[in-house]
Every structure is written in C-alpha cells, then in structure tokens.
C-alpha cells in the first residue's frame, strides 16, 4: 500500500504562486508517472500536471506555461510549482502515482482570491 502526504496548498491572491509537494511512501513498485489533478467545485477532476520516469510531462493547457511539475526520485516526491494564479485555479488538488496500480492523495485545498 502507497501512502501519499501532501502539503503546500492554502489562500493567495491573484498573481500569486504556491508550491504542491507529496511524498509517497510504503510499497512502491516502479513507478512509472506522477502528477497532480484538480476538481473544482461542481466540476469533475481533471489533469493538471504530470511527470513520467523519463522525466515528460504534460501541462492542462489552463497551466502551460505558470505551472511547473517535477519531482525528486530519491524521495519519491512529486512537486508543482504555480506561478501567476487565477481565481479559476481554486481547486482541491489531488495527488497521484502511478504504479502497478494508481494512488490518490487526500487532496489540499488552493484558493485564489481575485
């Protein structure tokens, strides 16, 4: 079993920026992606960023180029940088792995006051 911890979200303002970390613990098995998901009030949860093994990523098209992924193999954590935040970033965002099987974090609330 896969524990995740995440940490970093809370309230800024437009234009701000916060920083997402979650470190995985536990059973870890080759894993093969890691990234972030957000659900917004009454919407469902969507990709926001995610990082490969080899190290590609893919951006929502909301966040090319204010938010950042990456991650530190050795700690098996998993960051996101977002810069220059907008009220429609407010989100439960939510940490995932993915192994043999996928692994959710608990979510950690963002939100941004316009």
């Known amino acids: 079993q896969v524990q995740l911890v995440e940490s970093g979200g809370g309230l800024v303002q437009a234009g701000g920026s916060l920083r997402l970390s979650c470190a995985a613990s536990?059973?870890?098995?080759?894993?093969?992606?890691m990234g972030w998901y957000r659900q917004a009030p009454g919407k469902q949860r969507e990709l926001t960023a995610i990082?490969?093994?080899?190290?590609?990523?893919n951006y929502a098209d909301s966040v090319k180029g204010r938010f950042t992924i990456s991650r530190d193999n050795a700690k098996n954590t998993v960051y996101l940088q977002m810069n220059n935040l907008k009220a429609e970033d407010t989100a439960v965002y939510y940490c995932?792995?993915?192994?043999?099987?996928?692994?959710w974090g608990q979510g950690t609330q963002v939100t941004v006051s316009s």
């Open positions: 995932l792995v993915r192994s043999v099987y996928d692994s």
């Open positions: 536990g059973s870890i098995f080759r894993i093969k992606a």
């Open positions: 990082i490969t093994s080899g190290e590609i990523t």
